[in-house]
Every structure is written in C-alpha cells, then in structure tokens.
C-alpha cells in the first residue's frame, strides 16, 4: 500500500457541526460501559479512543467494539474516533474498522502535516492533537492540512518531551497554548480544545483550568470523565453578562450606521467593528448554548 492508498470515508465532508463544539469526551474503545455511557452523557462530543486507552493485544476487540456501539446507539452529541498515530502498524486497520461509521471527526495524534498527508484529502473532519515539539513549531502548518477542522493541545506528550513540571496555575504550557490559539486562527480554524485535566476530582481546578482557556482564546475543552463535562460546558457557555453586554453592543453599532457613523460610544467605551464582532461571537455561541 502506498502512502496514498488509504480509505475513504462515507461520513459527512463538513467541519461546520464542530464550531460550537465546547467539550470533547474521551472514553476507551475497550471498554463497552464506558463508550456507551459517554454517549447519552452531556458532552457536545465523544471521541471512542483506539489509541492510548487500548493495549495493543486488545486493538482489534476495541475497533469491533467502537464500530458496534457507535453504530447502534441513538446519540445528539459529535461522534469521533481517535486512532493510532499513522507511525505506528495500527492506524490502517483503525481505518478499516471506521469506514463505514457516520463520524463528525477523526482525532490524529501527534499531528504534523507529514502524519497526515498519508491520509485522504476527502472524509469527515480531522481534529489534530499537537502533542509534540515539532508538532508545535509547525502547527500552523498542521492547521492548513486537507481535512483539518480544529487543533487540540497535548500537555502529557508534550510536557515529557520538554520536560516540562506541572504547575498549579498552568504556566508551563502557556506558550503551548497561545501559539495553537494563534495558528487556529491565523489559519482560519475554529478555536482550539485545551488539554484534559487529570484530577478527576478536582472541580474547583478543573473550572478555574477551563476559564483559564476560555481567556486565552480556547473554544473548548477536552475531558476524561462525564462528571467533567458539565463544568466545562458552563464556563465555555456565555454569562448572562456577556449576552446583555453583547446585545447592547450590536444594537449601538447598528444604530451609529443607520446614523451614517462608524464607531460610537457605549458607557463611554469606543465600539467600533473589532468590538461588534466580538459580540456578534458571544450572540452565536449563545443560540447554540445555554448560558452560566
């Protein structure tokens, strides 16, 4: 097979139902309870994991398994599947289990535009996971790759290459996560996921991580339990403050124009279209989710 013989997917073309995407639930390809009950649980999207969270003996039963259940079980939420890194032997049959499955997305680990030039130019979305040096230093380039739809941040890879040490307010990753925001949209992306919190127990660190993101232009949030998602939705979702400051935005710009004047002034504040546009933004987001 050469590097371009790979199979093709039947699932949808568009990226469009991933923009509003808040939180991403990763459940282990291995193990049915689990991937099932992600799938009624809150999360805006479930990603079936074929890679890390499988032993490589158990690689073939996980992709009976994720291809049986996704394909069986009624769900409102974005269906993805994370397959093996295309440097290892597995990624293929990954592929095959897959391709006839209705997916939203297809998660890439390590990706780099050379990790997924193997794969077709057509098929669902892919949701790259920048996980590596290299990775980050061409994420921008990663971002242009056909089929690519969104970036994700992965600390525990990345953290060991670099030999990064965890720190309480996240500091050891704030470059990481800048620069993927940046190249998101530089690239014309939808705004990246951050990276997943372990302490499963921790709520408090995990809202006060997710706000975090949200301020440093993330879009979203990847998550390793469903007691997670429902945190991460609230603090991605618009605040009743925001919404009223944005419809105040939006109708003081509309009536300055209607007025024949570009830039007006609300509570003293300039408002012109950077500042509109930021609150169109929060407006959209609002109609899709329920606010704080």
């Known amino acids: 097979m050469t590097p371009r013989e ?77 397959i093996n890194g295309t440097d290892t032997p597995w990624w293929r049959d990954d592929l095959a289990a897959i391709a006839g499955l209705p997916l939203d997305a297809l998660v890439v680990p390590k990706a780099t535009p050379s990790a997924l030039q193997v794969l077709e130019d057509t098929g ?91 301020s440093l232009g993330f879009g979203g949030k990847m998550c390793i339990h469903p007691a997670q998602v429902g945190i991460v939705n609230r603090a991605f979702a618009p605040s009743p403050e925001q919404i009223e400051w944005a419809r105040a935005v939006v109708a003081t710009y509309e009536e300055g124009i209607r007025e024949g004047r570009g830039a007006v002034a609300l509570d003293g504040e300039l408002v012109d279209l950077p500042v509109v546009e930021r609150a169109r933004t929060i407006l959209a987001t609002a109609e899709r989710t329920p606010p704080l």
């Open 124 to 214: 669902p979305p892919i949701v790259a996971i920048v996980e590596t040096a290299q990775g980050l230093r061409i994420a921008y380039e990663t971002s242009g790759a056909p089929r690519v739809a969104a970036l994700t941040l992965g600390a525990a890879d990345l953290g060991a290459e670099l030999r990064l040490e965890p720190r309480a307010d996240g500091l050891e990753i704030l470059f990481a996560r800048s620069k993927v925001v940046v190249d998101s949209a530089a690239a014309g992306l939808r705004p990246p996921f951050d990276v997943v919190h372990l302490d499963t127990r921790d709520d408090e660190g995990l809202e006060a991580e997710t706000l975090l993101a949200r």
């Open 6 to 82: 790979c199979l093709t997917y039947n699932g949808p073309a568009t990226s469009a139902q991933l923009s509003h995407l808040r939180s991403l639930l990763f459940a282990p390809g291995s193990d049915e309870r689990k991937l099932a009950r992600a799938l009624v649980s809150e999360a805006d999207g479930v990603i079936a994991d074929l890679e890390d969270a499988v032993a490589p003996g158990e690689k073939d039963a996980a992709r009976a398994l994720v291809a049986r259940v996704l394909s069986e079980t009624e769900t409102s939420c974005a269906r993805l599947v994370r």
